[in-house]
C-alpha cells in the first residue's frame, strides 16, 4: 500500500516566528519585502515555512505598516489645519511653526510607544512571570481570512510549486549534495549473508568482485563450472519501497526508539513533491489555473522527464535551537536500468538576524522612567526622523513609478529570433511559482554562535549515516550484492566529513561515485540569494 506522510503544520509559536514577526517592526526594508511577497505578489504561490508560520508575520509586518501609515495621516491632516489657521489669521508664523513640530514629535512619540509596548508585551520571549508570544497576531483590513487561507494552504501543501531554477524553494543555502548510482546485481549465493558484515564489524572487505559479476582471477571462489559466481535472484521493489522504508526506519531510529535524552527532537520526515509553476493563462489569475488543474498521476513513471512533471523526495527536516537553525535534508530515488539512483541534497535556514533579537532584551513594562527617556529621545532625533519619514515612502515608490505589480511585469519573455517574428503573438507564460521564503527575505542569516555551525554539521552527519545504512540493509534484505553499496559509502562518509578530512566549508569535491558541493559558514549565500530573488 502506498503511504504519503503529510508534511507538518507550520509551526506559529516557535521562536523564529516570533523574531521574524519582531523583525518587521525593526526593519523597514525586511517589512516591505514581506508586504510585497505575500500580498503584493499574491499571484505567486508561497513558498513552504520550514520552522516558521508565514501568516503571523505579515500580520505583524502590516500592523507596523499602519502605525507608520496613520502617524503620516496625522501628521498631514494636522499640517493641513495649520496651514487653514495660518491663512486665515488664527495662527502667527512662529505659532503655526510651534504647533506642526509639536504635532510632528507627539506622533513620533506615540509611534514608538506603541512599536515598543507590542515589543515587550506580544513578541516577548516566554519568562516565570510571562506567558510570552503565543502565535497570535493583529488583525487588519488587508488581512483577510480569504488571504490568510491561501498562505496557510499553500505553505503546508505537500506539492511545492517553485519558479526559478531551484526547486527546494525556502529551504536555505545549499551546504553539501551527492549523487550515487548503484548496480543492483543479485547476490553470490556462496559468501552468503557475511558482506553484510564488513562495515559493521569496522572495516570494508579488501577486495571487490567485478562488476561484470565475475568472482577474480581464477573465478574459483564461489564460482559455478563456467567460471562465474551464482547470485540469488533479486527479490523485486520499487523506487516507493524504498522510500517507505527509509522514511520508516529514519523516524524509528532518530525519534521514536532512542531514549528520550537521545532523540533527535523537532524531526520530522516527510514525502513532497516539486512542480515547476509556469502555466500559460490569458485572461486568468494564472495561481488558480495552476491550483485546479489535477495532482500528479502517480501511476506514471517515476521522475517523468517532462517540463511540466512533478518528482517527489523525502524530505528529513530537524528543527534546533527552537526552530532558529534548520537543517533540510532531500532524498530521492530513481531505479533506471538494473540501477538504483540515489541523490542526495542538504539545505540549511541560518539563525534569524542578530537584529531581531533586540526584543528579547527590551523591558517587560514601561515606566515613567523609560518614558521620560523616550520623549527626550524623540526630541533629540526629531529633525533626522521627520526627513526619513517623509523621504522613505516616496523613495519606495520609486521602483515602481514605471510600472504596476503585475504578473506581466515580471515575466520575461525569451528572445524572439523566428523569420517573422511570430513571438509577439504567444499567450503570456506566466512563472508563479515561489521565488523565496519569508525568512530567506530577512538580511545577514550568519551564524552568530560556533554551537550552530557544529550543529549543522552534526545533523547533516547523523542522517546521512543513517540513510547509508538504512539502504544497505534494505539492499540485503531483497538479496542485492552489496560491495558497491559499502565502497561508495565508504567514500562518501569519508570525502568530506569523514576522520581524514579537512573541512574549509568551500570548494568542490568528487570522490568516486560521487559529487559533493558545499559553501557553508559566515560567508552564507542565504542572503545573496534571497535578494537576488
Known amino acids: 500500500m502506498t503511504t504519503h506522510a503529510a508534511p507538518p503544520p507550520p509551526d506559529a509559536t516557535s521562536n523564529a516566528t516570533r523574531l521574524l514577526c519582531a523583525g518587521t517592526y525593526l526593519d523597514p526594508v525586511y517589512r516591505k519585502a514581506v508586504i510585497r511577497e505575500l500580498l503584493t505578489h499574491r499571484y505567486r504561490v508561497v513558498a513552504p515555512s520550514y520552522g516558521y508560520d508565514a501568516a503571523p508575520v505579515l500580520a505583524h509586518a502590516l500592523a507596523a505598516h499602519n502605525l507608520r501609515r496613520n502617524q503620516l495621516i496625522a501628521l498631514w491632516t494636522g499640517a493641513v489645519v495649520v496651514a487653514l489657521l495660518l491663512a486665515a489669521g488664527v495662527l502667527g508664523g512662529w505659532t503655526a511653526a ?13 509611534r514608538r510607544l ?59 543555502t545549499s551546504i553539501r549534495r551527492w549523487a550515487n548510482a548503484e548496480l543492483l546485481l543479485g547476490a553470490p549465493k556462496s559468501r552468503g549473508g557475511a558482506l553484510g558484515q564488513g562495515l559493521l564489524n569496522g572495516h570494508v572487505p579488501a577486495q571487490h568482485g567485478p562488476a561484470d559479476g565475475t568472482n577474480g582471477a581464477d573465478g574459483s571462489h564461489g564460482a559455478g563450472e563456467s567460471g562465474r559466481t551464482e547470485r540469488k535472484p533479486i527479490v523485486p521493489f520499487t523506487v516507493e519501497d524504498i522510500t517507505a522504508r527509509v522514511s520508516e526506519q529514519m523516524l524509528a531510529e532518530l525519534r521514536d526508539k532512542p531514549a528520550p535524552s537521545d532523540r533527535v527532537q523537532l524531526l520530522s520526515v516527510d514525502r513532497r513533491r516539486f512542480s515547476k509553476a509556469v502555466r500559460t493563462a490569458e485572461g486568468s489569475d494564472p495561481v488558480a489555473v495552476l491550483l485546479d488543474a489535477p495532482g500528479p498521476d502517480l501511476t506514471d513513471e517515476h521522475w517523468r522527464e517532462d517540463y511540466d512533471a512533478s518528482r517527489e523526495y523525502l524530505c528529513v527536516r530537524i528543527g534546533a535551537w527552537r526552530q532558529e537553525l534548520v537543517t533540510s535534508v532531500f532524498i530521492g530515488f530513481d531505479i533506471k536500468g538494473s540501477t538504483l539512483h540515489t541523490e542526495f541534497y542538504t539545505y540549511v535556514l541560518g539563525p534569524v538576524p542578530e537584529g531581531f533579537h533586540l526584543a528579547d532584551r527590551l523591558p517587560a513594562t514601561l515606566d515613567t522612567k523609560l518614558m521620560w527617556r523616550i520623549a527626550w529621545d524623540v526630541t533629540r532625533s526629531a ?56 525568512r530567506e527575505l530577512a538580511p545577514d542569516n550568519d551564524f552568530h554562535h560556533f554551537f550552530q555551525e ?36 565508504t567514500n562518501i562518509l569519508q570525502q568530506n566529513f569523514g576522520a581524514n578530512s579537512t573541512n574549509n566549508f568551500g570548494g568542490n569535491q568528487s570522490v568516486g561515485n560521487t559529487n559533493t558541493t558545499q559553501t557553508f559558514g559566515n560567508n552564507s549565500g542565504v542572503t545573496r540569494e534571497a535578494r537576488q530573488a
Open 98 to 110: 510651534l504647533f506642526f513640530f509639536w504635532l510632528a514629535w507627539a506622533t513620533m512619540f506615540l
Open 454 to 489: 557544529s550543529d549543522a554539521i552534526k545533523y547533516v552527519q547523523i542522517i546521512e549515516r543513517h540513510l547509508l545504512q538504512i539502504v544497505g540493509d534494505f539492499l540485503r534484505d531483497h538479496d542485492v550484492d552489496t560491495r558497491e553499496h559499502e565502497a561508495n559509502q
Open 114 to 172: 506603541a512599536i515598543l509596548q507590542t515589543l515587550a508585551e506580544h513578541l516577548a520571549p516566554p519568562a516565570d512571570d510571562r506567558r510570552g508570544f503565543d502565535g497570535s497576531h493583529p488583525v487588519t483590513s488587508r488581512l483577510t481570512p480569504e488571504l490568510v487561507g491561501k498562505i496557510n494552504r499553500e505553505q503546508a501543501s505537500d506539492t511545492v510549486y517553485y519558479g526559478g531554477y531551484k526547486p527546494f524553494v525556502g529551504s536555505g
Open 383 to 438: 529633525p533626522g526622523e521627520l526627513l526619513r519619514l517623509i523621504a522613505n515612502p516616496l523613495r519606495e515608490r520609486l521602483p515602481s513609478r514605471f510600472g504596476t505589480d503585475t504578473v506581466r511585469k515580471l515575466v520575461g519573455r525569451p528572445a524572439d529570433n523566428s523569420e517573422f517574428k511570430l513571438g509577439r503573438y504567444a499567450l503570456t507564460s506566466v512563472d508563479c511559482g515561489a521565488l523565496t521564503s519569508v
